[in-house]
């Protein structure tokens, strides 16, 4: 039986994992990665699918309600003009001057604080700016004692910082030019090197057809949601599809981001799964928000996520997008803080209107039960593939102890995915590789799994090894063939990688036990 330590990982050490055991590498790792881009390798794509796949039959297949879509992502550069990106995607950055790093300008906080030294000499204020964290209160307190080592050199002796009384905690888009003059950047040796917020584009730009002037310039899509708007009228058309009703996509998405960090949860290539569901102009929009909010939850618990790691973050007023009524992220703790994972928005009718109006193609559809035209609002739910990969990640990765073959506890890293999304749902040993029996009953066994799930072959190495070897990948069930299989016909032995704990069934029981514990 495990016993149960788990832990919550580091950043540094899924990252270790994930190249070590083939989940996720460095794109272009042979010439030295390429910073916001990656490669999901022979574990991880298949983490990924599972992901997509779970989701697509949960919230397409049995959902009477929601067709799917797959638009490309190079469309009309006209889409992208309606819906606001070309004169207005952009991210308030920050540069500086002295360390030439670039920053997302409502990531940035600061806070002033005095400084004064044990000696002779004035206390000197300024303010101390930090990339925003989980405890903003300690990575400015572990800031400034950086900064006040700084000016103990200046000065020639020690200096202490404290918070200056009365400050509060400031976002850095609402600093004034002063406040910039005596700021210290979070890299910075020197007061006043940050520039004041200025707008950057996060498209990325291309050319198609033969020429390279600016008749030619299109974009690589930043969401995936204007490829379903687009749609909308063609999906009504043929679909036969009656509001309330969604469309569904996966695709890839590219955002040039200025500081691509933390690993899968902010790149600059990236996958979303996104609903627009539309409803009627005068339907209870709170009401379905909630219930969308409550759907996504639930999905999440069923992939693995544990429900208490996952909060809801909601909108003020004063901070929603012009288009929204209303949106609530639902967060999760990854190993870096509290993050957004899942956005469900209501977007109102802004972007159906604003491609009739680009397009001059109506966008009304025609209520039958209520005899009248009207442009649908939306519901969205926009959640990232690559950051729901990371958060389950999180949740799996625990350090337990276990028996050895003697009987000894032992430490073993296991990744305990849900069984929907592990990359290998059973591993089939036979018991010795010398058996030439043996190996072919337990090839027979494999290749019958093999038609239903995804399973790993495995002879090499004592039974112990090869149980943590799929331990460590998350392979919830280890099923071994012995001699009594063959001599006996009394079944094989199936392992619990969770508990541990093995049973003993027939092949036909078998197929029945892992069915129920994959499929539900």
Same mark, same amino acid.
């Given at each position: 039986?495990?016993?149960?330590?788990?832990?919550?990982?580091?950043m540094d050490?899924?990252? !270790?994992?994930?190249?070590r055991?083939?989940?996720v590498?460095p794109?272009?790792?042979?010439?030295?990665?390429?910073?916001?881009f990656?490669d999901?390798?022979?574990?991880g794509v298949?983490?990924?699918?599972?992901?997509?796949n779970a989701?697509w039959?949960?919230?397409v297949?049995?959902?009477?309600d929601?067709?799917?879509?797959?638009s490309?992502?190079?469309m009309?550069?006209?889409?992208w003009?309606a819906?606001g990106h070309?004169?207005?995607f952009?991210?308030?950055?920050v540069?500086c001057?002295e360390?030439?790093?670039r920053?997302?300008a409502?990531q940035l906080?600061?806070?002033?604080?005095?400084?004064?030294?044990?000696?002779?000499?004035?206390a000197?204020?300024?303010n101390?700016?930090?990339?925003?964290a989980?405890?903003m209160?300690?990575?400015?307190?572990?800031?400034? !004692?950086?900064?006040?080592?700084?000016?103990?050199?200046q000065?020639?002796?020690?200096?202490?910082?404290e918070?200056?009384?009365g400050?509060?905690?400031?976002?850095?888009?609402?600093?004034t030019?002063?406040?910039r003059?005596?700021?210290?950047?979070?890299?910075?040796?020197e007061?006043?090197?940050?520039t004041?917020?200025r707008d950057?584009?996060l498209?990325f730009?291309t050319?198609v057809g033969?020429?390279a002037?600016?008749? !030619?310039?299109a974009y690589?899509?930043?969401?995936?949601?204007?490829?379903?708007?687009s749609?909308y009228?063609?999906?009504?058309?043929?679909?036969?599809?009656?509001v309330?009703?969604?469309?569904?996509q996966v695709g890839?998405?590219?955002r040039?981001e200025?500081t691509?960090?933390n690993?899968?949860f902010?790149?600059?290539?990236f996958?979303q799964?996104?609903?627009?569901?539309?409803?009627?102009?005068?339907?209870?929009?709170q009401?379905?928000?909630?219930?969308?909010?409550?759907k996504c939850i639930?999905?999440?618990v069923?992939?693995g996520?544990p429900r208490?790691?996952?909060?809801?973050d909601?909108?003020?007023?004063h901070k929603l997008?012009h288009?929204s009524?209303g949106?609530t992220?639902?967060t999760?703790r990854?190993?870096?803080?509290?993050q957004?994972l899942w956005?469900i928005?209501?977007?109102?009718?802004?972007?159906?209107?604003?491609h009739?109006?680009h397009?001059?193609k109506?966008?009304?559809?025609?209520?039958?039960?209520?005899?009248q035209?009207y442009?649908?609002h939306?519901?969205e739910?926009?959640?990232?593939?690559?950051?729901t990969?990371?958060?389950v990640l999180?949740a799996?990765?625990?350090?337990?102890e276990?028996p050895?073959?003697k009987?000894?506890p032992?430490k073993r890293?296991v990744?305990?995915?849900?069984?929907?999304i592990a990359?290998?749902?059973?591993?089939?040993?036979?018991?010795?590789?010398?058996k030439?029996?043996?190996?072919?009953?337990?090839r027979?066994?494999?290749?019958?799994?093999?038609k239903?799930?995804?399973?790993?072959?495995?002879?090499?190495?004592a039974?112990?090894?090869?149980?943590?070897?799929?331990d460590?990948i998350?392979?919830?069930?280890?099923i071994?063939?012995?001699f009594?299989?063959i001599?006996?016909?009394?079944?094989?032995?199936?392992?619990d990688? *969770?508990t541990t704990e093995q049973i003993r069934?027939s092949e036909d029981?078998?197929?029945n036990?892992?069915s129920e514990?994959? *499929?539900g």
């Amino acid at each position: 039986m495990a016993s149960d330590n788990a832990s919550t990982p580091t950043m540094d050490t899924l990252i !270790a994992l994930c190249k070590r055991r083939g989940f996720v590498f460095p794109s272009s790792d042979i010439y030295g990665g390429y910073n916001g881009f990656f490669d999901f390798g022979p574990l991880g794509v298949e983490v990924k699918n599972n992901i997509k796949n779970a989701w697509w039959s949960d919230f397409v297949h049995r959902r009477d309600d929601i067709v799917g879509l797959d638009s490309s992502i190079i469309m009309h550069p006209k889409i992208w003009v309606a819906s606001g990106h070309v004169g207005g995607f952009s991210d308030p950055m920050v540069d500086c001057k002295e360390t030439k790093l670039r920053y997302r300008a409502d990531q940035l906080f600061f806070q002033s604080f005095t400084f004064t030294p044990d000696g002779e000499g004035e206390a000197m204020t300024y303010n101390v700016v930090v990339v925003e964290a989980d405890d903003m209160d300690t990575a400015l307190a572990e800031r400034a !004692a950086k900064v006040a080592k700084l000016l103990g050199k200046q000065a020639g002796g020690k200096v202490r910082g404290e918070p200056t009384e009365g400050a509060a905690i400031i976002e850095f888009t609402e600093s004034t030019e002063e406040q910039r003059t005596a700021a210290y950047g979070p890299e910075a040796t020197e007061a006043g090197t940050l520039t004041e917020p200025r707008d950057f584009n996060l498209m990325f730009e291309t050319k198609v057809g033969p020429l390279a002037d600016k008749s !030619a310039t299109a974009y690589l899509r930043p969401e995936t949601a204007q490829g379903i708007f687009s749609n909308y009228r063609n999906v009504v058309d043929t679909g036969r599809v009656k509001v309330p009703f969604g469309i569904a996509q996966v695709g890839k998405a590219f955002r040039n981001e200025i500081t691509p960090r933390n690993f899968l949860f902010r790149s600059r290539e990236f996958e979303q799964m996104e609903i627009e569901y539309f409803i009627q102009p005068d339907a209870d929009w709170q009401t379905l928000h909630r219930e969308w909010i409550d759907k996504c939850i639930d999905w999440l618990v069923s992939i693995g996520l544990p429900r208490e790691g996952i909060g809801e973050d909601v909108h003020p007023a004063h901070k929603l997008s012009h288009y929204s009524k209303g949106t609530t992220d639902l967060t999760f703790r990854f190993p870096h803080g509290v993050q957004e994972l899942w956005g469900i928005a209501c977007r109102g009718n802004f972007d159906l209107t604003q491609h009739q109006e680009h397009s001059g193609k109506s966008m009304e559809y025609f209520d039958e039960q209520q005899k009248q035209k009207y442009i649908p609002h939306v519901i969205e739910p926009s959640l990232g593939v690559d950051r729901t990969f990371l958060a389950v990640l999180s949740a799996a990765y625990c350090e337990d102890e276990i028996p050895n073959d003697k009987g000894t506890p032992e430490k073993r890293s296991v990744m305990k995915f849900h069984p929907r999304i592990a990359p290998y749902k059973a591993a089939v040993f036979p018991l010795v590789k010398n058996k030439p029996e043996l190996v072919e009953r337990a090839r027979k066994l494999y290749e019958r799994l093999q038609k239903r799930w995804t399973v790993f072959w495995d002879v090499s190495g004592a039974i112990g090894r090869r149980y943590r070897r799929q331990d460590e990948i998350g392979t919830p069930f280890c099923i071994t063939v012995d001699f009594d299989t063959i001599e006996k016909d009394a079944g094989v032995t199936i392992r619990d990688r *969770d508990t541990t704990e093995q049973i003993r069934l027939s092949e036909d029981e078998l197929f029945n036990y892992l069915s129920e514990k994959i *499929d539900g």
